[in-house]
């Protein structure tokens, strides 16, 4: 009893204030920023960056010689920086890196993070209106590396207390709102993402979180990947991440319902 | 000679991997393992090109009291057939199976020939997730319990089975593959492009929560094959890395073994108290998981004179939290009910199966990498293994409290004498041609194996992984029998097993 009492005393309060204004410190490496200058090299551009990156998530125009970056394959490793002989590549701790179009995740050259964050989501009046009090979300895994699945786990403890928010995982989809998905979304996985899917209720969302989700991640080549799904049905909001922090999910979420 | 012995890190020539005829290859296995030997690999590397039907099997003997590995390989064909080692040695079971499920080499009478995550390469295409030949017991009152893929909370898929009596589960079938995304595939394909490196992002990506570990076995590897010994300092914060992914996820798994017997202040503290272990990864590498922490040629974050004192004032925190908690919670009389005789997985069974890691000394099995194929660090900064002989959850969560502990102390010792240097080494990557090396980690999880093969061009031709759970999977099954099917989030719970790590 006396022990409880000075293990609580101890342990004081461990949830994190407010939410929406909790930074994750460097290095952590969120928002990707690149230099606005072209490549230089000798005649052309030299491609350590790209020859380097495991998700091939480097663009470089042929023409105007900028670099852009797909933050949706991007998983995060902080390699091109350290191959980058001229420093074209800054990993900033900027978290807030969800967007509803997936197009808005390939990050061009000199775009900094307020830039991208205040056009990435496009919250929905229905959205709102639907869901903005009390969303429940159902988590399906597809064969990524159980990384997204620890965070998304996180968001639950004390620390980030997502519940705060109205925000719940549930254990069955006939309670939820939409799923999540995490993982590339294997052949044996496939058809159970779709019936989980089919068993929520409508109106219902499709959340991606991960690099594997989104694009396949590392494992984008491989033959193993039935990814169907992600054709047939629209997608909501992607969240990126490898893993994905559990501040860039909340916040997402957040930013998504308009509160 | 019947086979050529080497050590962990090694680089052999495959030229002097004797190839055997079956009953040899057999006869030498069974008179292995009769003298103490423990299967560590057994797979198959297609011949050459793959448009034969050969398939070229090698087996992995580990001898743990001298550290020694011994390799052999045998030619046999896809739909071949040959006496299984699993009827006399149940722990090739798996090894047996995964041959089976990849070429279709029939190990004969096998008494559990089923498929282990029906990798996209396997032979049989009928055979898949949909139809898995499940067990069947029938009787009045007896039923079954079918669970999953997708489960309640938010965890990996996997499909279990229970056969019960009343509440008590006579056998459990555990079927595994959803989450098969052919990592070990995709290593080879990286690996002949030639252009691109190996990406070690790959190996970060097998299981999660074993990022370090499989990290480190990878990075050892090419590391052997491409003769770059790395820096000593960099192999102390190898160390440091790994000590403290065993940490955060002991710590976690504590909590999670608190929540599942509604314990929940332990579910609250040790959830905070991990946090502040990852969150030290995070405030080194990045990554609360450490992804990015290691590199080939050693360690791209090196641990400065702030950041030393930094990650020790947090230790001490987290020891002080988890000592706290854990005397309580350990010397609690409703704890220790649902935690005692619950889930037993005896000693002989944990040995015959092939158990690794923390769970198998848990049920005193005596192993342990870090100590029988010291490697990095560990050669200088010796571990001792510890073990409990109950073998039940109590044992697997207390071995755990135990081995934080111990680990903190170790990671303690090395900041405080973290060897002068650099902590990054140039590689150069030319692999060495035609040769094999075993890249031996000890993860929190257990052992985990990385096992190399280069072809005549040096590209790799075979990377076959081992993630500790390969083995345990089947450990779980056992234990679970004769308890409560209420019992099985608890015990499962207490092995923790990755679902990734076994379907690759
Ligand atoms: S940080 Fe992203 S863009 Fe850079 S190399 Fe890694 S995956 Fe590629």
């Given at each position: 009893?006396f022990?409880?009492?000075k ?7 461990q ?17 990707p920023v690149?230099?606005?200058q ?7 551009a030299?491609?350590a960056?790209?020859?380097?990156c495991?998700t ?5 125009n042929?023409?105007t010689?900028k670099l852009s970056?797909?933050?949706g394959?991007?998983v ?5 920086v350290?191959?980058?002989?001229e420093?074209?590549i800054a990993f900033?701790?900027?978290?807030k890196i969800?967007?509803?179009n997936?197009?808005?995740l390939?990050?061009e ?6 830039d991208?964050?205040s ?8 959205i709102?209106?639907i869901?903005g ?21 996180a968001?639950s ?8 928010f109205?925000i719940?995982?549930?254990a069955?989809?006939r309670?939820a ?6 993982g ?5 996985m ?10 929520v209720?409508?109106?219902r969302i499709?959340i991606?979180v991960?690099s594997?989700?989104?694009s396949?991640g ?5 033959p193993?990947?039935?990814r169907e799904?992600?054709?047939?049905y629209?997608?909501?909001?992607y ?7 559990p501040l860039?999910f909340?916040n997402?979420v ?6 | ?8 890190n ?5 030229e002097?991997?004797?190839?055997l ?17 423990r299967p560590v690999?057994?797979?198959?590397l ?13 087996s992995i ?7 020694s590995?011994s ?5 046999m064909?896809r ?12 722990a ?13 080499i029939?190990?004969?009478l ?6 282990v ?9 009928s055979s898949?997730?949909?139809n ?12 079954e319990v ?5 489960h309640a ?6 499909h279990?089975?229970?056969?019960c009596h ?16 052919g990592?070990?595939?995709?290593f ?8 691109r ?5 790959l ?10 570990a ?5 990075a ?8 770059c010994?790395?820096p ?14 065993r ?5 976690g798994?504590?909590?999670?073994i608190?929540?599942?017997?509604a314990y ?8 905070a ?5 990852i969150?030290?990864?995070l405030a ?7 992804r990015?922490?290691?590199r ?6 090196d641990?400065d004179?702030?950041l030393?004192s ?19 919670m350990?010397?609690?009389?409703n ?13 002989q ?11 198998a ?6 192993l342990d990498?870090?100590?029988d ?5 560990y050669k200088?900064f ?5 073990t409990?002989e109950?073998g ?15 680990s903190?102390?170790?990671i303690?010792e ?5 060897p ?8 150069e990557?030319?692999?060495?041609p035609?040769s094999?090396?075993?890249?031996m ?11 190399l ?9 075979r990377y076959?992984?081992k993630?500790p759970?390969?083995?345990n999977?089947f ?15 608890l ?5 923790n097993?990755?679902?990734c790590?076994?379907?690759?």
């Open positions: 009893m022990d409880m009492l293990i609580r005393i101890n342990q004081g309060s949830a994190i204030k407010d939410v929406r204004k909790a930074v994750i410190p460097l290095p952590f490496r969120g928002f690149i230099s606005p072209e490549c230089k090299g000798d005649n052309k030299c491609n960056c790209l020859e380097g495991p091939n998530a480097i663009h470089i042929q023409e010689r970056i797909d933050i394959k991007c995060f490793c902080g390699d091109c350290r191959n980058c002989k420093n074209k900033s701790n900027f978290h969800a967007a509803t997936p197009n808005t390939v990050l050259a000199g775009m900094t993070p307020e991208f964050y056009n990435a989501i496009k919250a929905r009046d229905q709102k209106k869901f009090r009390s969303l429940k979300l159902r988590q399906v895994s597809a064969a990524g590396c159980n990384g997204c699945e620890m965070e998304l786990n968001c403890n004390v620390n980030f207390d997502m519940q705060r109205g719940e995982f549930v069955s989809p309670h709102d939409g799923i999540v998905i995490t590339p979304i294997s052949q044996n496939s058809f159970a993402v779709e019936d989980t899917f089919n068993a209720p409508q109106p499709v991606l991960g594997c989700a989104i396949g590392v494992f984008a080549s491989s193993a990947l039935n799904f992600l054709e047939k629209p997608v909501d909001l969240i990126p991440g490898c893993p994905t922090h860039t909340i997402g957040l930013d998504f319902l308009g509160q | 000679m019947s086979a050529i012995q080497t050590r962990n090694r680089v052999v020539s495959r002097d991997i004797p190839l005829p079956i009953d040899q290859f057999c006869a030498f296995l069974t008179d292995q393992s009769n003298h103490g030997k690999m057994f797979f198959g297609p011949f050459e090109d793959r448009t034969t039907d050969e398939v070229i099997v090698y003997m580990a001898h743990d009291e001298s550290s590995l390799i052999t390989s045998c030619l064909k739909g071949e057939s040959y006496p299984s080692l699993t009827q006399q040695f149940p090739f079971h798996i090894f047996e199976r995964e041959l089976f499920e990849q070429f279709g029939t190990p004969a096998h008494p559990w020939l089923k498929p995550r029906f990798d996209y390469r396997r032979l049989d295409e898949n997730i949909i898995y030949p499940f067990f069947h017991m029938e009787g009045e009152e007896l039923h079918a669970v999953g893929p997708v909370g938010i965890i990996e898929p996997g279990f089975r229970f056969m009343g509440e008590r589960v006579h056998h459990l079938e555990i079927q595994l593959g959803y989450q098969h995304r990592v070990e595939s995709l080879e394909f990286n690996g002949k492009k030639g252009r490196q190996i990406p070690i992002q190996a970060e990506s097998i299981a999660g929560d074993s990022v370090i499989h990290a480190s076995a990878c050892q590897a090419i590391e052997s094959l491409s003769h010994d790395i000593l300092r960099a192999a102390a914060i190898r160390g440091i890395a790994l000590e403290l992914e940490i955060g996820i002991h710590i798994d504590l909590g999670a608190a929540n599942d017997i929940l202040t332990g579910n609250a503290v040790f959830g108290t991990r946090t502040l272990v969150n030290t990864s080194i590498c990045g990554s609360r998981f450490g990015g922490w290691i080939f040629g050693g360690v791209p974050f641990i004179e702030s030393r930094r990650i020790r004032a947090t230790l001490e925190k987290v020891e002080h939290d988890v000592v706290l908690m854990g005397e309580t350990f010397s609690s009389p704890v220790l009910t649902r935690l005692e005789k619950t889930g037993i997985l005896e000693h069974k944990a040995k015959d199966i092939g158990m690794v890691g923390m769970a000394r848990a049920s005193g099995v005596q990498v870090r100590s194929h010291s490697y990095g660090i200088n010796p571990i001792y293994k510890i409990l109950s039940d959850v109590f044992a697997r969560a207390y071995i755990r409290y135990i081995e934080i502990r111990k903190i102390a170790f303690y090395l900041l405080d004498n973290l002068q240097g650099n902590t990054m080494k140039p590689i990557m030319s692999l060495a035609n094999m090396t075993i890249s980690v000890e993860g929190w999880r257990g052992e985990t194996v990385h096992a093969i280069t072809d005549k061009e040096g590209n790799i031709a076959k992984i993630d759970s390969f083995h999977w450990g779980l099954a056992l234990a679970v029998r004769e308890n409560g099917v209420s019992d099985f989030p015990v499962n719970k207490s092995f097993l990755s679902y790590g076994n379907d690759l």
